[in-house]
């Protein structure tokens, strides 16, 4: 629900023909990790879904200022191409790193988190 919270919030406040980008985790390449080295533990601690114990004061002020920073859901390009046509968007590509189709991306990091990244972008 709230990735397709997101997605709607986004597409109302897009310009006509304004891109979307987004960089995520790609859970295929997560997956392949875990056949790799075959550790559970080391593949759910991979996976940032448990949300770290708040013992002190200062752990509770960077919940409330920054809020949940742990993954609540996970997607492959596939699966993410998907949720942004069924939520509106046109045009849905999957990128390669440091490849966009927005026309001046200007200072836009195209390469974040490239080693563990799916860039997928959509037109509204």
């Not at 879904?49 to 997607?75: C, D, N, T």
């Not at 949720?83 to 999957?94: I, N, R």
């Not at 195209?110 to 972008?121: A, F, G, K, M, N």
Request: proline fraction near 2%; aromatic fraction near 10%; glycine fraction near 6%.
């Amino acid at each position: 629900a709230g990735a397709l919270s997101f997605l709607d919030a986004s597409l109302r406040v897009l310009k006509k023909n304004g891109v979307l980008r987004l960089a995520v985790r790609d859970l295929k390449n997560i997956i392949n990790y875990y056949l790799a080295v075959d550790d559970a533990d080391k593949f759910m601690e991979r996976l940032y879904v448990e949300a770290p114990s708040i013992r002190s004061l200062k752990e509770k002020l960077k919940l409330f200022i920054l809020g949940y920073r742990h993954h609540q859901w996970m997607y492959d390009s596939e699966s993410l191409c998907k949720l942004m046509v069924a939520s509106g968007f046109k045009d849905v590509t999957v990128c390669a790193p440091g490849k966009t189709t927005i026309k001046n991306p200007g200072k836009l990091n195209l390469y974040e988190r490239s080693d563990d990244s799916i860039y997928v972008e959509g037109k509204k």
